[in-house]
């Protein structure tokens, strides 16, 4: 039994994701980052997972670092970078509530409710914290989240199958409302070359955070909420949203958050 996910499915990350446009991610990021009067030039990207994010934003020339805890995933982002002549991307194999910087930079990105992996408010306060120490005044973090709604109606108590050429995935959720905790068991089977599968399972827990439950987070790490919205237009949350996308940001020096 495997306790990461990712490390099981970093192969075949991308193809289960395929219908997601980081494209259109990287350019909600810019435009809430001007919205709230800020333009970025180096961006960690925090749970870079294969490197999607952090090769749209290359492409959008910008300076990069990347931070995942699996290195199965970090692998897959090293390839993808390389293969696109973006090398010189800092890659660091840290968990994200210890993560370590070399320096401070202009913005921090964390994408595909990778914050939901946290198991407490306490522990997002602490990712909070990092981003803070980390960010230059005036930087911009931006994140979302996987709504009340999806869990309740989308994972749920469902079951899915996932399932591609030589690789087969069953997938079982269980979502318990009274304590926002959704859990997922995967069992993945994979084919060998000699035509036998190999058969890999993991157990996978996401928490539910309310808009309320953020902002308290942000406010105790020092950092100055600007925004939520239900797309990448920026649209106003709706009933119905599957994921929220925030927008908080370091206060200039000596502004006091109220």
């Known amino acids: 039994m495997s306790d990461c996910i990712y490390d099981i499915l970093a192969s075949r990350y991308d193809a289960i994701n395929a219908s997601v446009d980081h494209g259109t991610m990287a350019e909600c990021f810019l435009r809430g980052a001007e919205r709230f009067s800020y333009r970025p030039h180096t961006v960690l990207d925090l749970c870079c997972g294969t490197g999607s994010m952090l090769?749209?934003?290359?492409?959008?020339?910008?300076?990069?670092?990347?931070?995942?805890?699996?290195?199965?995933?970090?692998?897959?982002?090293?390839?993808?970078?390389c293969a696109a002549g973006h090398t010189d991307v800092l890659l660091l194999c840290q968990d994200m509530r210890e993560f370590e910087l070399y320096g401070t930079v202009d913005a921090i990105t964390c994408c595909l409710d990778s914050l939901n992996h946290l198991s407490s408010a306490k522990e997002l306060?602490?990712?909070?914290?990092?981003?803070?120490?980390?960010?230059?005044?005036?930087?911009?973090?931006?994140?979302?989240?996987?709504?009340?709604?999806?869990?309740?109606?989308?994972?749920?108590n469902n079951a899915y199958i996932l399932e591609e050429e030589g690789m087969y995935c069953g997938w079982e959720n269980y979502y318990d409302p009274k304590r926002g905790i959704a859990e997922f068991r995967l069992s993945v089977f994979e084919e060998c070359e000699d035509g036998s599968y190999v058969r890999s399972d993991a157990i996978q827990r996401e928490k539910y955070f309310s808009e309320r439950t953020v902002k308290r987070a942000l406010k105790a790490a020092g950092l100055?909420?600007?925004?939520?919205?239900?797309?990448?237009?920026?649209?106003?949350?709706?009933?119905?949203?599957?994921?929220?996308?925030?927008?908080?940001?370091r206060p200039e020096e000596g502004k006091i958050i109220k």
């Open 224 to 249: 100055e909420f600007c925004g939520v919205f239900g797309d990448t237009e920026l649209s106003a949350p709706k009933n119905g949203d599957e994921r929220l996308y925030y927008f908080a940001k």
């Open 125 to 156: 306060e602490q990712v909070f914290r990092l981003a803070a120490n980390y960010l230059e005044y005036g930087g911009i973090l931006y994140f979302d989240l996987n709504s009340k709604y999806k869990y309740e109606n989308i994972y749920g």
């Open 55 to 81: 090769l749209a934003l290359a492409e959008r020339g910008l300076d990069l670092q990347g931070v995942d805890i699996s290195p199965n995933m970090l692998n897959e982002a090293r390839d993808r970078l």
